[in-house]
């Protein structure tokens, strides 16, 4: 049984947590004042399980009722084009894991889950930004860099 499993609403406070774990890890000490904006949109579209929008989350084994790790991923529509003629494509972000929580494989699990997702809903391909540090782990599940910063996982 896997450990990862699609977010809720009940998890958005958690999500917007480790959204500000990925934020600090690019901008150490960035504003939190977005949460509270943030969080009746975020409950909206985890409300939303057939939307356009997808978290998938494991839930920390040290803590309840917080999260360990988190992949937030969204589709969209672009007019087609080689290699992408329906033209869905995926879109990553917010991948975070509780700094207490690294190393054992979650983001990883989490990823697997939503690319499985995007693969379901048609998506041609996904693409990202990554940093310098997470770049390792999405060059081992296939991502390859472009001319710009993004990377991208032909499905």
Do not use: K
Not at 74 to 97: D, N, Q
């Amino acid at each position: 049984m896997s450990l990862v499993r699609r977010a809720v609403v009940e998890d958005a406070q958690e999500v917007l947590r480790l959204r500000q774990v990925m934020i600090d890890s690019v901008n150490p000490g960035a504003s939190t004042e977005w949460q509270a904006a943030s969080l009746p949109a975020l409950r909206t579209r985890l409300a939303d399980p057939d939307g356009s929008f997808a978290a998938f989350v494991v839930d920390h084994p040290e803590r309840p009722d917080a999260l360990a790790a988190l992949v937030v991923g969204t589709l969209e529509y672009r007019i087609g084009g080689p290699g992408r003629p329906g033209g869905v494509l995926g879109y990553v972000f917010s991948v975070a894991t509780d700094p207490d929580a690294r190393r054992r494989g979650y983001a990883r699990a989490c990823m697997d889950e939503l690319l499985e997702w995007f693969r379901e809903r048609g998506a041609g391909h996904v693409m990202l930004t990554a940093s310098p540090d997470a770049e390792p782990l999405y060059a081992s599940m296939g991502f390859t860099r472009d001319t710009t910063p993004s990377m991208r996982l032909y499905l």
